[in-house]
């Protein structure tokens, strides 16, 4: 045997699935397919590779170009079909990468398709610190099967998680490798169910693509990190799926979002993030989130990005505390939401600001909040001046750059008058880091943000003021300085809020 470093090599996991699927009993062909069994695959001689002709099971190697590569096997204690995929079988597959981990120079899991894009999601989220390939695929038809494409999907996969041995630029990312396409796995999506181009990345280009040539590209291939493999294995699986649809009934809504079982809600909406403006849909959301549930708005569609607040039927929810999804796929918002509510139960009240943050690569920017809390200004009351009420949220030290600023908005939510009178209104004027600012201070400097003059009918609910301080975010908001904001009252008449905050888009590339 070729003895070559033990950081080299590739350990394939296989997890069940369709690629090591035989007939259950195998006297009828056509009876229902099972996974193989560990002890089938453990065999020296398994199913698995011994259709792969440049496999040498003796010396465990498998030549690649001209250059041999170790290659070693190792199964689930039992392998299942990817639709009964669970907590359990991550923390499985995980421990053995984090026991593996200095052995191999990349890792291979073979898995279902089914749930093969929330696997590559959660494992995005619970390995921290990576600086490995791992190259998650599959297949439509087994791998003993005439025209599968197990076979193709499985070689390529090895070579993927080869890069250093091959001398080809290394991918230290969770990845979802099939047909001829590298997915980032926390932005990928299952497309067909039956075409052997089964997966697709919406909001993100193809990190590679296996034709003729391996072709990667490494524009956008994430940084392998240069400290020690962290397992970060917390889950809470207490989250469900809400999908808006016309005509919903209001009072079942209610029943659902407002259940003791559910800690958080992925809220599947329309376009842009928008949903039904009701009383009864916007209140039941209000009442969830007020009993500390969590609630995160990803468009139904397949691309694009939710913009809370653009359209005035999503400002409801925005005002309400519902946080943005940006452009995640769903399985990415949910196993990330599951994966932080898991890791976080000692201190919950920063997972709504963690979630709007790039982790892994699962969206294009990041939301940083700095929260001003509620408020009020009395009678005459001519300024207020008001700090943040906690630090902003950063995921690591230093992770929020200024320069690097896409857009920022400050919004002032909830807002009424004192008296319920028949019509109400706001009136005045908002500066950033100048608390001697008056009504007559000047509108043509940068501390200046904009003024605001609302009124509307008292049935019409509370209103909400919004601000584009783009300009102003980059030069003040620096994350070394505590800003202040002050609010110029030029009503005369008792003014409140329920909610004020900046949101600061931080592109992620």
């Given at each position: 045997m070729n003895h070559q470093n033990e950081s080299t090599g590739v350990l394939v996991i296989y997890t069940g699935g369709t690629i090591g699927s035989i007939p259950k009993n195998s006297k009828e062909p056509n009876s229902p397919l099972v996974p193989l069994s560990k002890e089938d695959v453990d065999k020296k001689e398994n199913p698995l590779f011994s259709l792969i002709e440049s496999y040498d099971s003796k010396f465990q190697q498998i030549v690649l170009g001209n250059q041999s590569i170790r290659l070693e096997l190792k199964s689930l204690d039992k392998p299942i079909d990817s639709s009964n995929v669970d907590p359990a079988v991550w923390t499985e597959i995980t421990s053995i990468i984090k026991k593996e981990y200095e052995n191999y120079e990349g890792f291979v899991i073979l898995h279902g398709t089914d749930t093969m894009t929330y696997t590559t999601s959660v494992l995005s989220f619970m390995i921290d610190n990576l600086n490995k390939p791992i190259i998650v695929t599959g297949s439509q038809k087994p791998i003993g099967e005439t025209r599968s494409d197990a076979l193709q999907n499985l070689i390529t996969a090895i070579e993927i998680a080869a890069a250093k041995s091959l001398n080809k630029p290394v991918i230290p990312e969770v990845c979802l490798f099939f047909r001829n396409k590298i997915l980032r796995g926390c932005r990928s999506i299952k497309y067909?169910?039956?075409?052997?181009?089964?997966?697709?990345?919406?909001?993100?280009?193809?990190?590679?693509?296996?034709?003729?040539?391996?072709?990667?590209?490494?524009?956008?291939?994430?940084?392998?990190?240069?400290?020690?493999?962290?397992?970060?294995?917390?889950?809470?699986?207490?989250?469900?799926?809400?999908?808006?649809?016309?005509?919903?009934?209001?009072?079942?809504?209610?029943?659902?979002?407002?259940?003791?079982?559910?800690?958080?809600?992925?809220l599947l909406t329309y376009g842009t993030g928008n949903a039904p403006s009701l009383p009864g849909f916007l209140n039941a959301i209000e009442k969830s989130i007020s009993q500390g549930k969590i609630i995160v708005n990803v468009s139904q569609c397949m691309s694009g990005e939710v913009e809370l607040g653009l359209y005035d039927v999503s400002a409801g929810l925005l005002s309400r505390g519902v946080i943005s999804g940006l452009d995640m796929t769903s399985e990415a918002a949910y196993t990330k939401l599951c994966h932080l509510l898991g890791t976080h139960q000692d201190n919950p009240s920063i997972i709504p600001d963690l979630m709007q943050i790039n982790l892994r690569g699962e969206q294009s920017k990041s939301i940083f909040n700095l929260h001003f809390g509620s408020g009020s200004m009395d009678v005459n009351q001519k300024s207020l001046t008001l700090h943040p009420i906690k630090d902003m949220v950063d995921a690591v030290p230093s992770m929020y750059n200024s320069n690097f600023i896409d857009k920022?908005?400050?919004?002032?939510?909830?807002?009424?008058?004192?008296?319920?009178?028949?019509?109400?209104?706001?009136?005045?004027?908002?500066?950033?880091?100048?608390?001697?600012?008056?009504?007559?201070?000047?509108?043509?400097?940068?501390?200046?943000?904009?003024?605001?003059?609302?009124?509307?009918?008292?049935?019409?609910?509370?209103?909400?003021?919004?601000?584009?301080?783009?300009?102003?975010?980059?030069?003040?908001?620096?994350?070394?300085?505590?800003?202040?904001?002050?609010?110029?009252?030029?009503?005369?008449?008792?003014?409140?809020?329920?909610?004020?905050?900046?949101?600061?888009?931080?592109?992620?590339?």
């Open positions: 067909s169910a039956s075409n052997y181009e089964a997966f697709r990345s919406p909001n993100l280009p193809e990190l590679g693509t296996a034709d003729e040539y391996i072709v990667i590209n490494e524009s956008i291939i994430r940084k392998g990190s240069t400290q020690s493999l962290q397992i970060l294995g917390g889950y809470s699986p207490k989250v469900i799926y809400l999908k808006v649809a016309p005509g919903m009934d209001l009072d079942l809504i209610e029943t659902i979002v407002n259940s003791e079982k559910i800690e958080g809600i992925i920022a908005f400050l919004r002032i939510m909830g807002i009424s008058e004192d008296e319920e009178t028949d019509f109400q209104s706001a009136r005045g004027k908002v500066y950033i880091d100048m608390e001697n600012a008056t009504s007559k201070s000047a509108e043509n400097i940068d501390n200046y943000l904009g003024k605001f003059d609302k009124r509307w009918e008292i049935q019409e609910g509370k209103e909400n003021i919004f601000f584009t301080i783009t300009n102003q975010a980059k030069k003040f908001i620096d994350n070394r300085h505590h800003i202040s904001i002050t609010i110029i009252n030029e009503n005369g008449r008792k003014l409140r809020w329920e909610k004020m905050e900046i949101g600061i888009f931080i592109n992620s590339y």
